[in-house]
């Protein structure tokens, strides 16, 4: 038994994810169509089941010839390159672009600059789909670094943007590198804000609580971070997938008074209503 319950204020699907997976379920309700998602929705394997439970799958680029004109596909919120887009509707599959609008916005910047003649750094991880899509709104030529280490820049004209993820130091670092080998330097900040939200409300709710929670997949980058910022906060800070993983430990020990709870940006709400609930029977009345 124990006395508080703490739910950090930012947790589980970002708006991007929430709207892609949304999107998917609406589509599959009204259509009579096969749906697929262009790649796993997110990196959660509860949310990737339920949707094959709801008969809806993944296709990949390798495996687009299966696909009809009866069919639908799903972009994810990471989006795709117009290349890929272009393959997909071939297929004479139904497209629908889930693409994050953040992710959008990004597309956007990298074609307008790279048409008027800007060499596109992007601030991220190359093998990231996100940055794999955006590289193909400038016919894949940008230059792509995680932190400007030994980055050599000859082009006059240079625009920067950053996978929407990145850490802001890092985004920062780029440009101080590439302001010293260029005049000309546009920069854009697409971080988004989601990301930091939730890893500031979960370290702050970590510090104050004996026991810390982080709900989600081991294979989401964002969730395994969390897990990382509590775990720096509160040595009893743990890792759970769903209910079920919640240890015994936590309901037996006199000297947990405070739990916190938090939830990677691709936890669904179910999940954590489910870890909530079973919580929820174990606190002092
Ligand atoms: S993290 Fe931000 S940019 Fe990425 S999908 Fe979520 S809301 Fe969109």
Known sequence: MFKELIVAENAGFCFGV??????????????????YTFGPLVHNKNVVDHLR???????????????????????RSHGVSPQVME??????????????????AIHKRVKKYYEQGYQIVIVGDKNHPEVVGSNGWCDNTAIITKDGE????????VCIVAQTTEKKANFEKVIEVV?????????????????????????????TVDVMIVVGSRSSSNTTKLYEICSKHCENTIFIDNGSEIPKWLFESENIKKVGITAGA????????????????????
Do not use: H
């Open 87 to 104: 393959q997909i509707k071939n297929t004479g599959a139904e497209v629908v672009d889930a693409t994050c609008p953040y992710v959008l």
């Open 53 to 75: 439970q709801k008969g809806i799958n993944e296709v990949d680029i390798n495996n687009l010839d299966k696909l009809n004109d009866k069919d639908t596909v799903i972009i």
């Open 266 to 285: 691709s936890t669904p709400d179910w999940i954590i209503q489910d870890v909530l609930e079973k919580l929820r029977g174990y606190l002092e009345k």
């Open 150 to 157: 030994g980055l050599v820049i000859s082009a006059p004209k």
């Open 179 to 207: 302001s010293k080998q260029c005049k000309e330097v546009v920069t854009f900040n697409t971080i988004c804000s989601a990301t930091k939200e939730r890893q500031t409300s979960a370290e702050d709710t970590a510090k």
């Open 18 to 35: 929430k709207r892609a997976v949304d999107t998917s379920t609406d589509y599959k309700e009204k259509s009579k169509s096969d749906i």
